[in-house]
């Protein structure tokens, strides 16, 4: 049941009309039904998964909340912790560090058959086995109290907004708005329903209309050239976002009618002009949790440029893995990590020599904001291969035939610039004030103009398939 | 005191503005693609056409056109009688023999040089045998027809072409639900609006607009999902349990063409059916994406279901049938068959098809002499 699809329009209108007349309690009850349909109807077997992490990390958050012994509650972390990654490492990663130990072992002469379980990956299992754990390990920092409500834990964890694709919520934020009583203002139905519609031209429109475009060239029967190459990872680029960011507007829209908000995960990550802006405007909710959890307590930036280098690549590294069970994702992680490394240097280095970029809009920002683009979008293409062998074709042809063809022209850049010019008149003003929300500050007139046009492409352009989200299989 | 009236007010008049942005925002994309537009809702496309009382809707005759789209640029001719021909059908000479192909946009075939549709193509093939006799391929595909539309294109103008041998051309993907949408009509023997006088000027309305005709594809879509379990309605005809919609048109299709056996052995033709696939059934990226649109609706897509369930439904006709399918499926280049975005044949699609038809007239007797 995707957002864009007509049944979630028609459970949320049900969901939507019901949880108003409740009062809180009863909206509590009736959300966390309501969300296990929701996940039900993907496959009502995980639900069996979603229950076992809920009642295991409530009672270790119990548990470490009164426990004052240190070891037993150092004891009872790593309990939780390894039953939440064996059960994501086993769903996500069996199969794959299997067979790719199979092919290893193959090399060195070393024969055996890989068991042949065909476990079905649990849609959004790395999401809400990260916010459980995020929750265990703050109840433990002492950084939050823990929940003495399995219902509202529970709530927390499979509140059907951020469930399937994020972003990936910290108690700190989510629970408070759980246990109190809402209120919807009419200020939050407007901006909710604008989230709302915004995500949904995010998704139909720009994403799912470039997704041919890129198949195209990626596809097993393409020949295509390096320009053919750099467009459709132009298109990739704004697929992806288009994709996610909407999945997340959608999210943070539904949510917002209901009165509760959820943190913004994506803040014009194209417009940035180095590899640590754009961690901190892509996937936000994910970047600072591994920031939190991983890169801190690896130690950081503490120990010298060598131990802060180590500490980003390593947790790059399993960023990328944690996007899916290949190793192009590791190797997208590790190119994130080197992009972050070298970034460090190059900024270390002009500051020694006193280079200051101007601000405003100056030749120079825009530069470094097209080669950051650029950069972004190698990584787009690593992240999109269906191989290596494909990832180095690719790579050989953008550095040996840039030369664009009429096929290039007609049948990947102008429909590219014809989705994506959209986008970004609008990002451009968005991003100006750094809110997705600042169109409703537009006057009256010109307001309504922007919701005409979201909806005629919507309309007349946008992809009604009902096209999975690309991070559902995250 | 007067504050709730006042509101509602407010929210009225901005209602009736908004209103106002989105028809002044419509009558700019109609312009737009009125004069942009590459789609079949074109206002140079739809000048192929007129409408006809007796079929619904044929080609104009005399209509010239040229077709451009980001795929192909194709120039399109309409002779005198309402056919795709560069020259007109006249009477027949003595050692002429005609094969009239009726079907929809397949045959037609807008997508390719006339010269390339696999109507040309068969027609080459026969004549290059040698020997007296001049074959002539005449191409009575309309867009948007269906079995009942062939029935009555027969019946009412391709007759009088005085065709030895009808070759019907089935699109297995749409023309069970088409013939089940127009059943009416095959009843009353001629086209019939089914609809209020009100939902008929609705409908002329729509198809007057560009924009109002995706719009309308947006509500089949809608209909369709609700209907059928299947974001397009014409893939019901490869459910592993279609609706009994499908039953239904699979019967109408068979008395349809039926109609067409006889009335070609009333003036002395023979007859024969071509059972033409989807691209998704010889396309396998095509086809895997269709299928997870499907299984994502709750259903399973078949491949060849439709073209299974047409050959049961019409062999009981007793006429020469072939499926196109194994054939196009078992080509080497496969992927080429078809335009990517239109569905169509191809020029090297065409050619492969105009083969097929050409090994299947002379292994079906269609085309040997008539004692």
């Known amino acids: 049941m995707v957002f864009t699809s007509l049944d979630f329009v028609l459970f949320f209108a049900v969901v939507y009309a019901v949880y108003r007349v409740l009062p809180h309690r009863p909206q509590n009850w009736f959300l966390l039904a309501a969300s296990y349909y929701f996940y039900g109807s993907w496959d009502w077997r995980f639900l069996s998964l979603l229950l076992g992490s809920t009642v295991v990390d409530f009672f270790v958050g119990r548990y470490l909340g009164r426990e004052t012994a240190q070891g037993k509650r150092r004891a009872a972390l790593v309990l939780s912790l390894i039953f939440n990654l064996g059960m994501l490492g086993f769903f996500k990663y069996f199969e794959f560090f299997e067979e790719s130990l199979a092919a290893l072992g193959a090399r060195v002469g070393w024969h055996f058959d890989p068991l042949t379980l065909d476990v079905l990956l649990p849609i959004g299992i790395s999401f809400y086995t990260f916010m459980t754990i995020s929750y265990v390990i703050d109840v433990y920092r002492r950084e939050i109290q823990p929940t003495s409500h399995l219902l509202d834990f529970a709530l927390f964890v499979a509140y059907f907004p951020h469930l399937v694709a994020g972003p990936i919520l910290r108690a700190s934020l989510l629970l408070p708005q759980i246990e109190r009583p809402r209120t919807i203002s009419a200020l939050q139905m407007r901006s909710g329903a604008w989230l709302i519609a915004w995500g949904c031209f995010q998704k139909m429109f720009v994403a799912d209309n470039l997704a041919p475009l890129v198949d195209s060239v990626f596809g097993p029967s393409a020949t295509p050239g390096g320009a053919d190459i750099l467009v459709a990872a132009w298109a990739f680029a704004f697929q992806i976002y288009g994709d996610f960011a909407g999945y997340s507007n959608i999210a943070r829209g539904v949510s917002r009618l209901m009165g509760i908000e959820l943190n913004v995960n994506f803040l014009f990550p194209y417009f940035v002009r180095s590899p640590q802006a754009f961690w901190r405007h892509w996937h936000i909710s994910l970047s600072t949790w591994l920031r939190d959890y991983l890169y801190i307590p690896l130690g950081g930036n503490r120990g010298g440029a060598w131990k802060t280098n180590r500490n980003l690549m390593i947790t790059m590294a399993l960023g990328g893995l944690w996007h899916g069970a290949a190793w192009t994702f590791v190797l997208w992680g590790l190119y994130q990590g080197a992009a972050l490394v070298a970034a460090r240097a190059i900024s270390g280095w002009s500051d020694a020599a006193g280079l200051r970029i101007r601000e405003g809009l100056s030749a120079s920002r825009i530069a470094l904001g097209v080669l950051m683009f650029q950069v972004t979008c190698f990584g787009w293409l690593i992240f999109r291969a269906e191989s290596f062998g494909q990832l180095a074709r690719f790579a050989r042809l953008l550095l040996t035939d840039l030369r664009p063809t009429m096929a290039t022209v007609n049948s990947l850049f102008i429909p590219f610039l014809m989705v994506v010019v959209p986008l970004m008149v609008v990002h451009v003003y968005q991003a100006r004030r750094e809110s997705e929300e600042a169109p409703l500050q537009l006057p009256l007139l010109t307001r309504y103009a922007l919701y005409g046009a979201v909806f005629w492409c919507v309309l007349l352009w946008g992809s009604f398939e009902g096209a999975q989200f690309i991070y559902f299989q995250f | ?256 063409f039926g109609r067409i056996v006889t009335r070609a052995a009333g003036i002395g033709a023979k007859t024969g059916i071509v059972l033409f696939p989807a691209r998704f059934q010889t396309d396998d990226p095509d086809f895997g994406r269709l299928a997870e649109i499907v299984r994502q609706f709750g259903d399973t897509l078949e491949r060849n279901a439709a073209s299974d369930r047409f050959r049961q439904a019409l062999t009981p006709l007793g006429v020469p049938l072939i499926d196109l399918q194994p054939a196009l499926a078992a080509e080497p280049d496969r992927i080429e068959l078809f335009f990517q975005r239109n569905v169509h044949l191809t020029p090297r699609g065409h050619d492969v098809v105009g083969g097929v038809l050409f090994g299947f007239l002379e292994t079906s007797g269609l085309t040997a002499p008539v004692r």
């Open chain 2, 1 to 256: 005191m007067n504050g709730q009236p006042r509101a509602q007010s407010t929210v009225l008049r901005r209602a009736v503005l908004f209103g106002i942005v989105l028809l002044v925002q419509f009558a700019i994309i109609e312009a737009g693609l009125r004069l942009y537009s590459k789609s079949e809702g074109s206002a140079t496309f739809q000048s192929l056409f007129i409408d006809d009382p007796a079929v619904g809707h044929r080609l104009r005759p005399g209509a010239e056109i040229r077709y451009n789209t980001d795929e192909f640029t194709t120039d399109i001719a309409v002779n005198a009688q309402g056919v795709r021909d560069d020259d007109p059908i006249g009477p027949k000479a003595p050692t002429e023999r005609r094969i009239l192909v009726l079907g929809d946009s397949l045959v037609l075939s807008v997508q390719v040089p006339f010269a390339q549709t696999f109507c040309e193509n068969l027609e080459r093939r026969l004549n290059a045998k040698g020997g007296d006799t001049r074959w002539r391929v005449i191409n009575g595909g309309v867009q948007g027809y269906g079995p009942v539309q062939d029935w009555l294109f027969f019946d009412k103008i391709g007759a009088a072409f005085q065709p030895d041998v009808v070759l019907i051309v089935a699109f297995v993907g749409n023309d069970a639900i088409e013939a089940y949408d127009t059943a009416a009509a095959l009843k009353a023997g001629r086209a019939v609006e089914t609809e209020q006088p009100a939902i008929g000027r609705l409908r002329e309305v729509v198809r007057a607009s560009v924009t109002l005709q995706s719009v309308r594809l947006r509500w089949s879509q809608l209909k369709a999902r609700f209907a059928t379990g299947t974001p397009e309605r014409p893939l019901t005809s490869y459910l592993a349990n279609p609706p009994p919609e499908v039953a239904a048109g699979l019967e109408l299709t068979r008395d349809a």
